[in-house]
């Protein structure tokens, strides 16, 4: 099997292909673009949508290295026109909306934070510590990595920007 095939079946893209896989010096760049004409789904509801408004710009998301080389998925997603959200843009199926990880990486972080603290879970993944933070925070903030994240906060962070509550100890 084709690389390109390979990592289209493990994002389970259904209207898009993998035109390119390249090596660079930051990793592996894979490069992703629609197959053919098929409809998108809107990023909002997720209805099947044929209708495309425009595209927007290139975009990379962060996905699980591949051995120790990381790896980016890079697209420029399409702005679709929803019958009933309007103009939205489309829905990718290796990432949600607004995310810079895909959701394989970001269950890979969110696993393995249950049993590391979230500084050696970054740097397990190569991460950004904001990136890291994102991940928890999306992941409901309830544990203890939420509560180092809180105890980082209040010794490094005077300006209150990482703003994560300790787990409520008398909730059921």
């Not at 896989?21 to 992703?32: F, K, M, S, Y």
């Not at 975009?59 to 420029?76: D, F, K, N, V």
């Amino acid at each position: 099997m084709r690389m390109e095939t390979f990592i289209r079946k493990q994002l389970k893209m259904k209207a898009h292909w993998v035109p390119k896989v390249e090596e660079t010096p930051e990793g592996v760049v894979v490069w992703i673009d629609r197959l053919g004409q098929r409809p998108l789904r809107c990023g909002r509801c997720g209805l099947l949508v044929r209708q495309v408004h425009s595209r927007g710009p290139l975009r990379r998301w962060r996905h699980l290295a591949l051995g120790e080389t990381p790896c980016w998925l890079i697209y420029r997603p399409f702005r679709v026109r929803c019958p009933a959200c309007g103009v939205r843009v489309e829905r990718t199926p290796w990432a949600d909306l607004w995310q810079r990880v895909t959701q394989a990486l970001f269950r890979a972080v969110a696993t393995l934070t249950r049993v590391l603290d979230w500084s050696s879970a970054a740097a397990h993944f190569q991460l950004n510590w904001k990136t890291e933070l994102a991940v928890l925070v999306r992941r409901g903030g309830r544990d203890r990595g939420a509560v180092r994240l809180e105890e980082h906060r209040r010794a490094h962070h005077r300006d209150g920007v990482l703003g994560l509550s300790a787990p409520d100890e008398t909730a059921d």
